[in-house]
């Protein structure tokens, strides 16, 4: 990993460790080491606690008095939460979107739809979720809500840490592709109640999968094996169409 040099280093250093810990490559209960960080990143402690602070915020890393600082454990009843509450906030998006969007915005995401399909049809898992990521992203910026998107980003990263390291049967990709068909239909017809109900069941979905999924373990996420930060892919992912 390069050092940090850019200007904006708390940005910068609070984006390192917030991808570090959404792909696993910190994973759930590591204690951090601050003094390795540090070389890792080529800083002070000074920025280091800082950005360990804003992660706290996030509920990312958990702030031990005198002892650093730990990545959170997440239950399963805290992975249901997340989810339900996230289904609200993409089904307001979905509502608002519907009402403020442009032709030229549902024409971007349609671009993005597409650009996603490319990579399913690869079974290209990693790109995949990029893109479905930057679906929903694009959703929730033309709901044109700065509050509403304050506390879906609040949110958004642990939500992709458990999504990053459980896997998804290829069935549940299959069923994940229509659901998106219908959610790209829903917004160019501007169905604001539509969209709300797919996207609200679009996440819960993702919560079965999740829950589902072997990286809850005694009632936490366990830590997967250390590794690249890349996510785990199903043994079929990456096959040809």
């Not at 002892?67 to 509450?85: P, S």
């Not at 990693?126 to 949110?155: C, T």
């Not at 998804?168 to 998106?180: C, I, K, L, P, T």
Request: net charge neutral; charged share 30%; hydrophobic share 40%.
């Amino acid at each position: 990993m390069t050092r940090i040099v850019r200007a904006s280093l708390h940005e910068e250093v609070v984006g390192r460790l917030r991808e570090m810990i959404v792909e696993g490559e910190l994973p759930p209960g590591d204690r951090l080491n601050e003094r390795a960080l540090c070389e890792l990143f080529g800083i002070s402690r000074t920025p280091l606690r800082e950005a360990l602070k804003v992660l706290a915020s996030e509920g990312l890393v958990v702030l031990l008095p005198n002892r650093g600082a730990r990545v959170t454990k997440l239950t399963r009843r805290d992975i249901e939460d997340m989810f339900q509450v996230m289904g609200s906030l993409e089904a307001l998006s979905g509502e608002l979107a519907c009402e403020r969007i442009s032709d030229a915005a549902i024409e971007e995401v349609r671009a993005l739809h597409y650009e996603m399909l490319a990579h399913y049809a690869r079974r290209d898992l990693r790109n995949y979720f990029k893109l479905n990521e930057a679906i929903h992203r694009a959703i929730l910026a033309a709901a044109d809500n700065p509050v509403l998107s304050g506390m879906y980003q609040s949110l958004a990263g642990r939500i992709r840490r458990v999504r990053f390291i459980a896997n998804m049967s290829r069935e549940r990709w299959d069923e994940a592709v229509r659901e998106h068909e219908r959610i790209l239909e829903a917004l160019s017809r501007r169905d604001g109640a539509g969209l709300a109900r797919l996207l609200r069941e679009h996440l819960e979905h993702k919560c079965e999968v999740v829950v589902a999924s072997d990286v809850i373990e005694a009632g936490e996420v366990s830590a997967p094996e250390r590794r690249a930060p890349t996510p785990t892919l199903p043994r079929w992912a990456g096959e040809g169409a």
